[in-house]
Nanobody, 125 residues
Framework: QVQLVESGGGTVQPGDSLRLACAASGDTFSINNMGWFRQTPGKEREFVASLTWSGGPPYYADSAKGRFTISRDNAKNTVTLQMNTLKPEDTAVYYC??????????????????WGQGTQVTVSS
């Protein structure tokens, strides 16, 4: 079993930056991928960014490219999402996710078998 705890959400103005963090605990030896998704009321959970724990380039949704950066600290079992130039349409609950097996797709929520509780990000003037 793996537990994920997110932090760093909040309310910011358009153009501001925010950094989300996700700490994994438990059976962390099983981590294969970690990623971030977001969800707004009435909509499906949407892929934001992901990376493989063993290395390789990160993978971003088009909406995140050029503004968001995902990174990991293997020693601390944490993944962060640096979000710059935030827009009102980035407002959502952001979820950290973990895939403990090889397979599935990075961008599909159904591929991830562990989830954090979510953290609210609000971008408003």
């Amino acid at each position: 079993q793996v537990q994920l705890v997110e932090s760093g959400g909040g309310t910011v103005q358009p153009g501001d930056s925010l950094r989300l963090a996700c700490a994994a605990s438990g059976d962390t030896f099983s981590i294969n991928n970690m990623g971030w998704f977001r969800q707004t009321p009435g909509k499906e959970r949407e892929f934001v960014a992901s990376l493989t724990w063993s290395g390789g380039p990160p993978y971003y949704a088009d909406s995140a490219k050029g503004r968001f950066t995902i990174s990991r600290d293997n020693a601390k079992n944490t993944v962060t999402l640096q979000m710059n130039t935030l827009k009102p349409e980035d407002t959502a609950v952001y979820y950290c996710a973990l895939k403990s097996y090889i397979g599935g797709t990075d961008y599909s929520p159904s591929s991830y078998n562990y989830w954090g509780q979510g953290t609210q990000v609000t971008v408003s003037s």
